[in-house]
């Protein structure tokens, strides 16, 4: 990826370090720590647990490819790669 920026382009400001006692706030607002760690930690562990490919849809799928009953579109599939990799922009 390349990026240009103009030569006369005025400098960042600081990132300035959180203070103790006061939340961060992003664009959606942060949640509260006590939320982040009681509802969200068991959610994020229940992620990680989870295989990264599930074995089962794929079977699934393989199957009804096999029967007919799926169709495959190979220039649909092409053009979604595109642009996911950016080059549809």
């Known amino acids: ?11 960042l400001a600081p990132v ?3 203070q ?7 664009a959606a607002g ?5 939320l982040q760690s009681g509802v969200l930690g068991p959610a994020m562990q229940a ?3 989870m295989p990264e490919i599930d074995e089962a849809r794929v079977a ?6 096999q029967r ?3 169709r495959f579109d190979a220039g ?11 080059e549809g922009r």
């Open 1 to 11: 990826m390349r990026v240009n920026t103009p030569h006369n382009a005025a400098p």
């Open 16 to 18: 300035r370090a959180p």
């Open 60 to 65: 699934q799928l393989r199957e009804a490819y």
């Open 20 to 26: 103790p006692g006061v939340e961060a706030a992003g």
């Open 76 to 86: 649909k599939l092409a053009a979604l790669i595109q642009r996911y990799h950016g």
């Open 47 to 49: 992620l990680r647990e």
């Open 30 to 34: 942060a949640a509260p720590a006590a």
């Open 68 to 70: 007919g009953e799926l």
